[in-house]
């Protein structure tokens, strides 16, 4: 018979569990009180443990907003402590301070009771499966168009990590834009479509020149001003991305006919392309790179008003001011 050795009890071997389970866990207080987040939280929210433990959910990862748009709330967790209504399973979107973009996630939370039955907390825990938690579909978009979207998503998430990220936010920023534009749903869906992919050229880039510390010389120049059209190119070979390949062969078109690759001018340049201008050179500017430190909020914003009207359109700056004034 083989032999056990005897696992460690106590506090000390459920703490060991919850940080060998590879969902996303939280557990709060019965007054909302952070008590613990594992190890997958802090992967999935990018933050240290120490920075919102302690603190109220909504506060720490809601910016004080409990509710969304529409009136619902917006984690599920504190649903359930408030309401008492449980999830089992269900996918939801979340998306707290810590994710730019939202995730659609299966969602399980329940109540934490004493003996006696008195509520002592809620715990949530999130699907860690990759295919349950993706990007999510716009509802105007087709399966296959998202699928095939979603496919060029993962390998540039493969094969760079920050151009992934930054994917993410230039998609969610330019939803936000062309929804507030007063654009039509298919268009706002549009826009979040290629901001996913709108670097997926930078694929044929090695990494060496992607990341380099120091200025570039002429030829890597020529190569990362390239993605733009290497990226039209890949995307040409699929029928039912007809209408992305246009946008993001000119997403650094220049409003004043300075960008490339055509040297594209003011309304020549489509709409969508000029709003992932603005939406990509503010998330490059607020994030830190390998050759520099982000740009504060202040200076990116700075930036953006002095190239407004030059760089990019000057409406659409306009409206991603007056939505960064709504949002931080
Ligand atoms: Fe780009």
Redesign the pocket.
């Known amino acids: 018979m083989k032999e056990f050795s005897p696992l460690i009890s106590g506090p000390e071997a459920a703490e060991l569990i919850l940080e060998s389970i590879p969902s996303p866990v939280i557990l709060v207080n019965n007054d909302s009180t952070i008590l613990y987040i594992n190890g997958s939280m802090e992967k999935f929210l990018n933050v240290k443990r120490s920075k919102i433990i302690g603190r109220p959910l909504i506060q720490a990862l809601y910016n004080g907003q409990a509710f969304n748009k529409k009136g619902g709330y917006r984690s599920p967790l504190m649903e359930t402590l408030l309401t008492g209504r449980e999830f089992s399973g269900q996918l939801m979107e979340i998306k707290t301070v810590y994710n730019v973009a939202p995730r659609l996630l299966k969602v399980n939370t329940f109540l934490i009771k004493d003996a006696g039955g008195k509520i002592k907390g809620a715990c949530a825990f999130f699907s860690s499966n990759a295919h349950d938690s993706r990007i999510i579909q716009p509802s105007t978009v087709p399966s296959e168009q998202f699928e095939t979207i979603y496919a060029f998503a993962e390998a540039i998430g493969a094969r760079d990590g920050y151009t992934m990220g930054h994917s993410e936010k230039v998609a969610e920023y330019s939803r936000l834009i062309a929804e507030k534009m007063g654009l039509d749903l298919k268009t706002v869906d549009l826009a979040y479509l290629c901001g996913i992919v ?2 997926v050229g930078k694929i044929g880039i090695p990494e060496e020149v992607l990341n380099k510390k120091g200025p570039l010389d002429s030829e890597e120049y020529r190569l990362i001003m390239g ?2 059209q290497m990226g039209a190119s890949i995307l040409s070979h699929i029928s039912w991305l007809d209408d992305v390949v246009p946008i993001i062969e000119a ?2 078109e220049r409003y004043n006919g300075t960008g490339y690759p055509r040297g594209l001018k003011g309304e020549e340049i489509p709409i969508i392309s000029r709003i992932l201008a603005v939406a ?1 050179a503010f998330d490059a500017m607020t994030s830190d790179r390998s050759y520099r430190k982000a740009y504060s909020l202040e200076k990116a914003v700075e930036e953006l008003k002095m190239n407004a009207g030059t760089q990019f359109d000057p409406q659409i700056v306009k409206v991603f001011l007056e939505l960064l004034r709504e949002y931080m």
Request: aromatic letters at 0%.
């Open positions: 709108h670097d993605h733009s997403h650094h990509d």
